[in-house]
């Protein structure tokens, strides 16, 4: 039962991964066009908003190294030890997609907060 739902997360992140491959990039062109991420803020959250963009440009790389990994399994014979490595690759940016998601979500909260006040 624990290998079971071991294997049920792993491709349940790795299908988020795969998904995110692609909406990386447009959801961070989304974020800079909006200005999510430059606007002109205050103390603390000009801060925040310097490590969401430090985060986003990590997360675009992960996405840029996964998305090489991915095409490599894909088109040579030796992709890893074995069939797992393609599938952790996507799963650790499934799980980086989907923590950058939630921080993005709290630091709006935060700011929508902030303003109120």
């Known amino acids: ?9 792993l491709y349940l992140l790795g299908g988020v991964g795969l998904l995110a491959i692609g909406i990386i990039p447009f959801r961070v062109v989304q974020m800079v ?3 999510f991420i430059f606007a002109k803020r ?11 963009a430090v985060a986003l440009l990590a997360l675009l790389c992960l996405d ?3 998305f ?16 797992a490595s393609g599938w952790l690759a996507v799963a650790l940016l499934g799980a980086a997609y989907i ?5 993005a979500l709290l630091a709006s909260l935060m700011w929508r907060h902030a303003a109120s006040r």
Do not use: N, W
Not at 2 to 9: F, P
Not at 69 to 74: D, M, P
């Open 1 to 9: 039962m624990k290998e079971l739902s071991v294997d049920l997360a």
């Open 33 to 35: 066009r909006s200005g």
């Open 42 to 52: 205050k103390g603390s959250s000009r801060y925040l908003s310097l490590l969401i």
């Open 64 to 66: 840029a190294f996964v």
């Open 68 to 83: 090489a990994r991915v095409a490599h399994c894909l088109t040579s014979v030796h992709c890893g030890p074995g069939v």
């Open 99 to 103: 923590f950058m998601e939630l921080v």
